[in-house]
């Protein structure tokens, strides 16, 4: 449907654009050639650990799953989120920050990569990501560090999403049983460990509650007037859902005051943990992506390009980054870069992004899963955006006209060669990716994708039963 409304909106001069120029991210089983034999190798586990560089910081790395820009207060919207904003105040917060891919595995493996979505292959719940440079874990375990993750969300269990390799410790104990895991829960695991190390140390926090369902301790918090019957949960919401029917503005605005309220108690949960991160440490808070409450696509975010699933929250503190906000127009991938120059560490890893101390780039990519539909693909400037469906129909947004993407026209020049600077972007790091039998989608265990699919995500289906 979405497509169907992308499609129906474009204009009556949609520029056609080649969708065969963009790489081929979701290969059949039988393009064995799809990508060329992998020519370049780099480091990954056999690396022997070398000792720590003598200047180099520990890195306290948070994942918000789910949390959009606009709905944080700091970014103009109604959740309160004090501890995120002394954070903010003690670093630098940029406004201008854009996830490159709308789910969760592979927008994780761009940030904690530096690499572009394609490089991973596309494809949430495979098992793990095609490209064969270094991970973030990888290359400060390399540099002596210990390193750990502590997971709150089943996607991003270790066997459907395969971001364990490097750490030494990846807690996701539960979260195939129970879905989710707390915020709090997840906070102490962390925390605990935390205090345990001598040395440098990197350690990932991914808290899932902004998710859906949005069902926080307190719904009233900003909106106590509501006496309607949405809840937040799957229940109510179920037949709203993706593109499911609309609601009335009254009430989606109180589902939205709820996932808000569930941000304001997840900032809360943050409490021990930003304590615990001495004033040497590299912290960064990121999201993945966020949430779509609008466009017709509601309470979902895999299937959307519009900047409500694409502007994320970035804030990173460490000694010596000057402080304020930071209006430079940047993406997730270049938050790893940037982390690595503050922590003291370098990598011979081909990134991709931009040091957030280097000019911004002038045009950003993003995309959702091209193996299944809608198949979009976005290229967006600092004032207009492009979204292309897969049949190369193309319309855009001038953002400083109209920044909330209601009125779509043609591509303007300027982003009509996206696609094929996109695609020669890929090709370049090709070599890094692995060979085209481990294109193929792993399955996950048939629990395991029943669980994804309840929450949203569509996985590759399980094995037949014997
Ligand atoms: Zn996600």
Redesign the pocket.
């Known amino acids: 449907m979405l497509i169907a409304l992308l499609l129906a909106a474009c204009g009556p001069a949609p520029a056609p654009v080649d969708f065969a120029l963009l790489p081929p991210s979701c290969p059949s089983p039988h393009a064995a050639s799809a990508h060329p034999a992998p020519t370049a190798t780099l480091p990954r586990t056999a690396v022997i650990p070398q000792p720590p560089p003598a200047n180099a910081r520990s890195i306290l790395w948070i994942s918000l799953?789910?949390v959009g820009a606009r709905h944080l207060a700091m970014y103009g919207g109604r959740a309160q989120t004090p501890r995120l904003a002394e954070l903010a105040s003690q670093g630098r917060l940029y406004t201008h920050a854009y996830t490159h891919f709308v789910?969760?595995a592979i927008?994780h493996f761009t940030l904690l990569t530096g690499v572009l979505p394609d490089l991973h292959g596309n494809v949430p719940g495979n098992g793990g990501s095609l490209y064969k440079g270094p991970t973030a874990a990888e290359i400060t375990k390399a540099n002596g560090y210990r390193t750990a993750a502590f997971i709150g969300g089943i996607?991003l269990e270790k066997h459907s999403s395969g971001l364990d390799r490097g750490f030494d410790v990846y807690d996701d104990d539960d979260v195939v049983r129970l879905d989710t895991r707390p915020a709090p829960q997840v906070v102490g695991r962390a925390t605990s460990w935390w205090a345990d190390q001598q040395g440098p140390a990197f350690m990932f926090v991914h808290l899932f509650d902004a998710?859906f369902p949005y069902t926080p301790a307190d719904p009233r918090r900003y909106d106590p007037n509501y006496t309607g019957r949405y809840d937040g949960t799957d229940a109510t919401l179920h037949a709203h859902r993706d593109a499911g029917r609309a609601l009335p503005e009254r009430d989606l605005d109180h589902v939205r005051a709820l996932y808000e309220s569930e941000i304001t108690e997840l900032d809360a949960a943050l409490v021990p943990l930003l304590a615990a991160a001495g004033p040497d440490t590299v912290v960064v808070v990121a999201a993945?992506?966020g949430e779509s409450f609008e466009h017709g696509y509601y309470f979902n975010?895999r299937a959307s390009l519009y900047d409500e699933t694409l502007h994320v929250p970035l804030i990173l503190r460490a000694p010596g980054l000057p402080t304020g906000r930071d209006d430079r127009f940047t993406g997730l991938v270049d938050v790893l870069p940037t982390v690595l120059r503050l922590a003291g560490l370098h990598t011979d890893a081909p990134l991709m992004g931009r040091d957030l101390a280097d000019p911004p780039s002038d045009v950003l990519f993003a995309l959702t899963d091209r193996c299944l539909p809608p198949g979009l693909f976005a290229a967006r400037t600092p004032n207009a955006k492009a979204i292309w469906g897969p049949d190369g129909a193309g319309m855009a947004f001038d953002l400083v006209a109209d920044p909330n993407e209601q009125s779509p026209g043609g591509v303007p020049e300027l982003l009509r060669s996206a696609p094929r600077r996109y695609s020669s972007i890929i090709q370049a790091l090709s070599p890094y990716i692995a060979n085209a039998p481990q294109h193929q989608k792993r399955p996950v265990d048939r629990k395991t994708s029943a669980q994804l699919e309840s929450l949203g995500y569509v996985v590759g289906r399980p094995p037949p039963a014997p």
Request: hydrophobic share 0%.
């Open positions: 799953h789910t789910e969760t927008s996607t998710h993945d992506h975010h």
